[in-house]
């Protein structure tokens, strides 16, 4: 995948989305507060949906705000070049999204009570979101052959760095009681359960009224008629709105539709060996 990059030790980043400045902020100057709460994903792992679904949890299911702040400025990653400017219109508890490694998180929250919400994905339609995102996000060139776009994912030659390398960070966290993860996968197959969970790791009591309505509007058809949740407002010199939707399918398994039976068996064998010495085991294996 073609895109004008740098290298923050060691991870690819975006020229114009970030710089060496906006990395270092996040990493060695902002303040984390105590009751932050952080929506962390490698990218097209549901990053989007959480922020919905978090706002949603946030306002006790009123929409007024999801309905009102475009998506992106509710819920900003801070590693970005804008975020400074957006930071200041956050209000607490500021939910704050981010697509860095564990290794280049903000120091200051490892000496907090702020909260992290990782959501994961089967890496397989993480690679198709991604083929698919790469042809309207603005930074990227044009795809190459979705061959050549697999194996730069395999080799780690993407937007913030391996995929396999940012799960086996993340997950030496996993036993951390201010850490909570979860799949896309678990929240596709029982998305008020999973509310239901976030709430209880966030401390919110919401009652069944109210649980409804989030998960109501945190669905993919409501999200995707959502003007404010759906990306349309982004200009176009950022997105190019004619070559496709953000808000694409919103389903799992979707690499059926694009992997050979070859490339899946490689895909397999790599991401067995790359993933073995974690020790556990994820809601898309099972599948």
């Known amino acids: 995948m073609s895109f004008d990059h740098f290298e923050y030790k060691g991870v ?64 900003p990653w801070y590693e970005t070049l804008g975020f400074r400017e957006l930071q200041q219109k956050l209000t607490q508890p500021r939910i704050i999204s981010s697509h860095l490694p564990q290794q280049l998180f903000a120091k200051s929250f490892f000496k907090s009570k702020a909260k992290i919400i990782y959501t994961m994905r089967n890496p397989k339609d993480v690679i198709v979101s991604l083929f698919h995102f790469t042809k309207i996000l603005y930074i990227y060139k044009d795809a190459e052959n979705f061959e050549e776009f697999l194996n730069d994912f395999i080799n780690g030659n993407a937007l913030y760095g391996s995929w396999f390398e940012h799960i086996k960070g993340w997950m030496q966290m996993k036993d951390d009681s201010r850490f909570f993860y979860i799949t896309y996968e678990e929240l596709l197959k029982d998305p008020r359960g999973s509310v239901v969970r976030l709430c209880k790791f966030l401390g919110k009591k919401l009652d069944d009224a109210q649980i409804d309505s989030v998960v109501k509007h945190s669905s993919f058809s409501s999200m995707k008629e959502n003007k404010m949740s759906n990306w349309t407002q982004m200009p176009s010199e950022v997105l190019d709105h004619t070559k496709g939707s953000f808000l694409r399918k919103g389903i ?36």
């Open 12 to 75: 690819r980043f975006g020229v114009t989305v970030h710089t060496e400045e906006s990395l270092n902020y996040a990493e060695n100057e902002f303040e984390v507060l105590d009751d932050d709460v952080f929506n962390v994903t490698y990218p097209k792992s549901g990053t989007n949906w959480m922020i919905e679904i978090l706002n949603l949890i946030k306002y006790e299911g009123d929409t007024t705000v999801n309905q009102c702040v475009p998506i992106y400025e509710r819920s």
């Open 252 to 287: 799992s398994g979707d690499w059926k539709n694009h992997f050979t039976v070859a490339q899946n068996e490689y895909f397999d064998k790599v991401y067995q060996e790359k993933m073995k010495d974690l020790n556990m085991s994820f809601f898309w294996e099972k599948q």
